[in-house]
């Protein structure tokens, strides 16, 4: 056996992104030099996060301190990678993710809120003809979107509106809702094209969306298909910069009663430009049946008809000496108005998510990320008339490897 250093085989599905920018990890190979390669990586991450919520009429303020996770649970990966025969490399990712928020019990037992999750668990195979994934990751349709976003290595939002109880649960949501609609990690079949010429095109078959269900659906009749979802990308890099496009989409049905159909349907497009120390993202969603963030709450009105909703975020940033990375962005998720609903200030009567975020984001060292962030977080409403509102300051940062 030897110790070589190598970069972490997450890159498989772009979940370095996910672990922390920059850390390399050590790969121990077994059986000489074209061996099995076996590697680790992960990252802790832990925030203090203050939250000055300014509710409608005043009746439901809070003033919350917590210490919890940010947008990412804590990761720890095993990855292997098989020698490669006739052409094809196979290789292999599983995750766990066990929260340091809460208590030590889990499932809301006590004083825990759920102590782990399990994200990843898929096997790749690469050759001549591109890629094939198979397993558990994160789904295609607004990948970038979250991927390229500030808040991915900080809180953002803490709720999924600005009322109600903003302590996080297992995770803070980020722009999730507030931007952008949810990728979420999804079992699925999915196949990537070779690289050509900076296109590439990525489909998927993947487990269908339980959280997609009408409102008053009978759960015995309850049918669920297979969600479908595609990408179309575009990368180049020149001198001085890099740019990245991308079209993503998505659709699901859901039967109810075994009679009527519900489409669930979405696509996104955006773009990221880096120009010198310069980092602009953009990006655009349009989605039936989703709900707000893609999370499913909201998505049908009280008769069961979808909902429409749509939203973007834009962000720009400058990073100083390659460590230190300066960002503001503004996004807003908004949801068409549910014309059989009567009650004030609920999901179902949500008009508008917007929020405003800057934030701070330096980098110690390749394994040491220091974050000072600051959210406002709005909520409009159909019926309702008055605003909700929250402020949200958060300090912490990463350790990872």
């Given at each position: 056996?030897?110790?070589?250093?190598?970069?972490?085989?997450?890159?498989?599905?772009?979940?370095?992104?996910?672990?922390?920018a920059?850390?390399?990890n050590?790969?121990?190979?077994?059986?000489?030099?074209?061996?099995?390669?076996?590697?680790v990586d992960?990252?802790?991450?832990?925030?203090?996060?203050a939250?000055?919520?300014?509710s409608?009429?005043?009746?439901?303020?809070?003033?919350?301190q917590?210490?919890?996770n940010?947008?990412?649970p804590t990761?720890?990966?095993f990855?292997?990678?098989?020698?490669e025969?006739?052409?094809?490399?196979?290789?292999?990712?599983?995750?766990?993710s066990?929260?340091?928020?809460?208590?030590?019990y889990?499932?809301g037992?006590?004083e825990?809120?759920?102590?782990?999750e399990?994200?990843?668990a898929?096997?790749?195979?690469d050759?001549?003809f591109?890629?094939?994934?198979?397993?558990?990751?994160?789904?295609l349709?607004a990948?970038?979107?979250?991927l390229?976003?500030?808040?991915?290595?900080?809180?953002?939002?803490?709720g999924v509106?600005?009322?109600?109880n903003?302590?996080?649960?297992?995770t803070s949501?980020?722009?999730?809702?507030?931007?952008?609609?949810?990728?979420?990690?999804r079992?699925?079949?999915?196949?990537?094209t070779?690289?050509?010429?900076?296109?590439?095109v990525?489909?998927?078959?993947?487990?269908?969306?339980d959280?997609?269900?009408?409102?008053?659906?009978?759960?015995t009749?309850?049918?669920k298909?297979?969600?479908?979802?595609?990408?179309?990308?575009?990368?180049?890099?020149?001198?001085?910069?890099?740019?990245?496009?991308?079209l993503?989409?998505m659709?699901q049905?859901?039967k109810?009663?075994?009679?009527?159909?519900r489409?669930?349907?979405?696509?996104?497009?955006g773009?990221?430009?880096?120009?010198?120390?310069?980092?602009?993202?953009?990006?655009y969603?349009?989605?039936?049946?989703?709900?707000?963030?893609?999370?499913?709450l909201g998505?049908?009105?009280d008769?069961?008809v979808?909902?429409d909703?749509?939203g973007?975020?834009?962000q720009?940033?400058?990073r100083?000496g390659?460590?230190?990375?300066?960002a503001?962005?503004?996004?807003?998720?908004t949801?068409d108005?549910d014309?059989?609903?009567?009650?004030?200030?609920?999901?179902?009567?949500?008009?508008?998510?917007?929020?405003?975020?800057v934030?701070?984001?330096?980098?110690?060292?390749?394994?040491?990320?220091l974050?000072?962030?600051?959210?406002?977080?709005?909520?409009?409403?159909?019926?309702q008339?008055?605003?909700d509102?929250v402020d949200?300051?958060?300090?912490g940062?990463?350790?990872?490897?």
């Amino acid at each position: 056996m030897k110790l070589l250093k190598k970069s972490t085989l997450a890159t498989l599905v772009g979940a370095a992104a996910l672990t922390a920018a920059g850390a390399a990890n050590a790969t121990i190979v077994v059986g000489g030099e074209n061996g099995y390669e076996f590697s680790v990586d992960g990252n802790i991450n832990q925030f203090f996060i203050a939250s000055d919520q300014d509710s409608a009429g005043g009746a439901f303020d809070q003033d919350n301190q917590q210490v919890a996770n940010g947008l990412l649970p804590t990761f720890f990966g095993f990855n292997v990678a098989m020698p490669e025969i006739n052409g094809l490399k196979v290789a292999a990712r599983v995750s766990i993710s066990p929260s340091t928020n809460n208590g030590s019990y889990p499932d809301g037992a006590l004083e825990g809120d759920g102590s782990m999750e399990q994200r990843e668990a898929f096997a790749t195979v690469d050759g001549s003809f591109g890629q094939v994934m198979l397993g558990k990751g994160l789904g295609l349709y607004a990948a970038n979107n979250i991927l390229l976003d500030q808040t991915l290595y900080g809180v953002g939002a803490t709720g999924v509106t600005a009322a109600g109880n903003q302590n996080t649960g297992q995770t803070s949501l980020g722009r999730i809702g507030w931007g952008y609609d949810y990728a979420n990690w999804r079992s699925q079949i999915r196949y990537t094209t070779p690289d050509m010429n900076g296109f590439k095109v990525a489909v998927a078959v993947a487990d269908g969306d339980d959280l997609l269900q009408p409102a008053n659906y009978d759960s015995t009749a309850y049918e669920k298909e297979a969600r479908y979802e595609a990408s179309l990308s575009y990368a180049t890099a020149f001198d001085g910069g890099s740019m990245k496009l991308w079209l993503d989409g998505m659709t699901q049905k859901v039967k109810v009663n075994g009679v009527s159909d519900r489409d669930t349907d979405a696509y996104t497009v955006g773009g990221q430009l880096i120009l010198g120390g310069f980092e602009a993202v953009a990006s655009y969603y349009d989605n039936e049946g989703q709900g707000i963030g893609g999370l499913g709450l909201g998505a049908f009105s009280d008769d069961n008809v979808e909902r429409d909703g749509d939203g973007y975020y834009a962000q720009l940033g400058y990073r100083f000496g390659g460590q230190t990375f300066v960002a503001a962005s503004y996004g807003e998720s908004t949801l068409d108005r549910d014309s059989s609903n009567t009650d004030f200030g609920t999901v179902a009567d949500l008009d508008k998510n917007k929020m405003t975020t800057v934030g701070i984001y330096h980098d110690v060292t390749a394994n040491l990320k220091l974050v000072a962030e600051y959210s406002k977080m709005e909520t409009e409403y159909h019926v309702q008339s008055s605003d909700d509102e929250v402020d949200v300051l958060s300090l912490g940062g990463f350790i990872s490897w």
